[in-house]
């Protein structure tokens, strides 16, 4: 079983930036991806960014150009570096990973959340 904690969160005025961490432990086979989502009341978990093994990003479409991740593959950490925030990027982040069990088997893993405010 792996744990992630994020720390983080806050409260921030429209225009500011926040960095958010989030550190794995825990029985660890071999995580390839790590990454963040993000959720609102009423509303699905919303892809944000993630980061491979090898160094490979990706984001969504929204927040490209104001949000980096990285990742330290040593530690097994993942940071999530958001400049530029807008209100419409209030809500609640979760830290992700995945971790290959085997050649053929992956589990997924989820943080408990931290929460994010944009003030206009």
């Known amino acids: 079983q792996v744990q992630l904690v994020e720390s983080g969160g806050g409260l921030v005025q429209a225009g500011g930036s926040l960095r958010l961490s989030c550190a794995a432990s825990?029985?660890?086979?071999?995580?390839?991806?790590m990454g963040w989502y993000r959720q609102t009341p009423g509303k699905q978990r919303e892809f944000v960014a993630s980061v491979t093994t090898g160094g490979n990003t990706n984001y969504v479409n929204s927040v490209k150009g104001r949000f980096t991740i990285s990742r330290d593959n040593a530690k097994n950490t993942v940071d999530l570096q958001m400049n530029s925030l807008k209100p419409e990027d209030t809500a609640v982040y979760y830290c992700h990973s995945t971790d290959r069990i085997n050649a053929f088997t992956t589990s997924d893993y989820w943080g408990q959340g931290t929460q994010v405010t944009v003030s206009s």
């Open positions: 825990g029985r660890i086979f071999s995580i390839i991806a």
